[in-house]
């Protein structure tokens, strides 16, 4: 179905909504906070200065032009991510402690309430 090119974004992007749902799932379980943010650029950008830093999906290695700045790709996209969610914190429409994904409360209404 996901070489149906009608279908493939709606599949994906199911995918990719019921994967935020575990996450956030097992996050709540384990005591941890999750921050949906925006990948928006945040491979492309770099994590030391900020500056756009365009490559292709086959460049593994980030060099920064502007600052000199070399990390791994993910690592730098992963900082990036970091930066974008520590940005958000306390705002509307980020979940805070004590704010259950649905996964979490469905399993709450099937098996009991329980202390966290
Ligand atoms: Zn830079």
Excluded at 37 to 63: A, Y
């Amino acid at each position: 179905m996901v070489k149906n090119r009608h279908l493939a974004k709606s599949i994906s992007d199911v995918g990719w909504s019921i994967f935020r749902h575990w996450l956030e799932y097992f996050a709540i379980k384990y005591g941890k906070l999750t921050i949906p943010v925006s990948p928006h650029n945040t491979s492309q950008n770099c994590s030391n200065c900020g500056k756009k830093v365009v490559k292709s999906l086959s460049t593994i290695t980030h060099i920064c032009p502007h600052c000199g700045y070399t990390e791994d790709r993910d690592v730098n996209a992963a900082k990036n991510i970091l930066k974008k969610a520590l940005s958000t914190v306390g705002q509307t429409g980020s979940l805070k402690l004590g704010e259950f994904p649905p996964l979490f409360m469905l399993e709450q209404s099937c098996i009991g309430k329980r202390e966290l």
